[in-house]
């Protein structure tokens, strides 16, 4: 990959902050867009906007062929059986909620279970957890080892009979831990448990085929692939899909309403109530496409390589923790000064230009578990480069200089 021929096409790398070139190692929180994603939101308002679905008119059938354009794309990039399959949502958090509200309607009884693991997300947590208060089931929680990594011989230990799914993070947000979740699938189907994997850090950065993993679920947000904020995919098995009920009302998603009754649409109709984002959709086509056209393995080979840097460079200074230190591991490094506050560490990098993430990544019984209250995180995209790597090293070394 020609990574400055790259950053050409992100406008805003080219940005100063403070009179310093940006420095964007931000990426896990969302990447930048290149300049074919931010074209087709403008293309798609100044030639083709029109209501999907709906109208007869030229204008409603390019938008319509557009927006469906999106869902075949989805469905090649996770390879899914059908376009039934694929739903488009806000983000992950809101197809991890669509999954939480609709699944436990048709499926989960007072006492059952769901298991989740020790490092998730608040958005693989706090739906489940509602679902406690509201249909009386118990959240159960895979305990992590010392390096990071998902404890499989608990996991094994926690299925029971009343076990009714099982929810992780394909790719810790903290981390960095790259699950073993073909082994994961595996082990639940084998207790006839399905399985939902929350792709947010997962899909940008690993080639994902649904049907060869036989994953039930699989969902991910547009704008950490460089897809615009306001779009995302719920990957269901249309098995599951066609016996769990709707998630909203409203238009799109019936069949015929009368004041007496209301019958429903069909998949994926079913599951988007609403005018649906469809310039995001269309502009998530571009970045799914300008993603497939670098090559998702050339993508991750290139951010290993700057993990693996870095991870050094960051190991060679006095006083760093580094958490998580798995063998399998993507673009992600959450670390910790001694006697230096996260904060403090993120404001003064951010005063060189480097933008990094602090605080406790909304993962906070993860960092109660790691008995911290937050980390500094660096996290890389297909554009970072070595040399901006050590533009954050030595940003890091002044900034430890200036609280000691
Ligand atoms: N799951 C994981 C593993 C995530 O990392 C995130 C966002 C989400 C779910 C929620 O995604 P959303 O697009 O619906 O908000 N993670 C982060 C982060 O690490 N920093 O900011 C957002």
Redesign the pocket.
Known sequence: MDIDKIREEFPILKQEVYKRPLVYLDN???TQKPRVVIDAISNAYCTINANVHRGVHHLSQLSTEGHEGGREKVRQFLNAKSIKEIIFT?????S?NLVASSFSEAFFNEGDEVIISAM??H??IVPWQMLEGKKGIKLKVIPITPVGELDMEMFRSLITERTKLVSV?H???VLGTVNPIEEIITIAHSHNVPVLV?G??GAPHIKVDVQALDVDFYVF?G??IYAPTGV?VLYGKEEWLDKMPPYQGGGEMIGKVTFEKTTYNELPFKFEAGTPDYVGVMAMTEALNYVEGLGIENIAAHETELLQYTTEKIKAIEGVVIYGNSPHKSGVISFNVEGIHPYDIGMLLDKQGVAV?TGH??AQPLMDILGIPGVVRVSFALYNTKAECDKFISALQRAIEICK
């Not at 806000?90 to 809101?94: K, N, P, V």
């Open positions: 896990a929180a969302t806000r983000g992950t958090t809101e991890i998730e997300h958005s693989n993070a790719v810790s947000n929350d947010a850090q947000s704008h950490k995302g993430r990544l909304c």
